[in-house]
């Protein structure tokens, strides 16, 4: 993330700080090889204080874009995936540079490496976008991660909202994803009570609490 105390949020796209990129990731590879973690988000970073999103736009991409490669590079020795996430800018951070699936599915083409993909925050999604379904199957061959929170309180899948999780849920299954959720939410109370949604599921989807085949058993 760089100098979260300095208002950092990332490096990979800030120019100017591309030692100091290198030096986290190097840092993050050494700590996901060390907890067996196949996958790395590199994150792109906000557009400097004082400076016009617009202005800067073609500069921090091009840094992006030098960086992954390199990313691309150093992982691909560690058989990991580096993963970019599209980060909303009118709620959670109006300066961070990238902020939408197409952003990223752009960036990617240009960077053409294979091990990097699309972590896509569903709650980041649909609060820049919407259009939930049609992003999915569109950006379903990009994406390497999966993250959710409900909208717009970032709180349970369950919890009052915008998105209707049941059906996102069917839909992943559908289009074949087998990687993780990752659960990217403020519990409203207590975790473990907060996760009668994922109880629903796994009852709805004829399975016992913990994921086990009623039929297994």
Known sequence: PGDQEAGELGLAAVPGRQAAFRQGLE????????????????????????????????EMETTF???????????????????????????????????????AAAILAKVGRPNLKLQLDLF?????????????????????????????????PDSPGELNFPYIFE??????????????????????EGLGWLRSYWESRGLQHGGTSKAAK
Do not use: W
Request: hydrophobic share 35%.
């Open 27 to 58: 840092a993050a590879v050494h700590y996901a090889r060390a907890v067996g973690c196949p996958r790395i988000h590199v994150m792109a970073g906000r557009v400097p204080l004082g400076t016009d999103r617009a202005a800067v736009a073609g």
């Open 65 to 103: 874009i030098e960086n992954l490669r390199y990313t691309a590079d150093v992982l691909s020795q560690e058989d990991m995936i580096g993963l970019l996430e599209p980060i909303n800018s009118r709620i959670t951070d109006p300066r961070y540079y990238l902020n939408t699936p197409h952003q």
């Open 124 to 156: 980041h999604c649909q609060i820049m976008d919407g259009n939930l379904s049609r992003n999915l199957e569109m950006y379903f061959p990009l994406i390497g991660h999966i993250q959710i929170a409900q909208v717009p309180g970032r709180h349970e």
């Open 171 to 192: 839909l992943l299954e559908s289009l074949g994803y087998t990687g993780y959720v990752g659960c990217e939410y403020a519990p409203k109370g207590d975790t473990l």
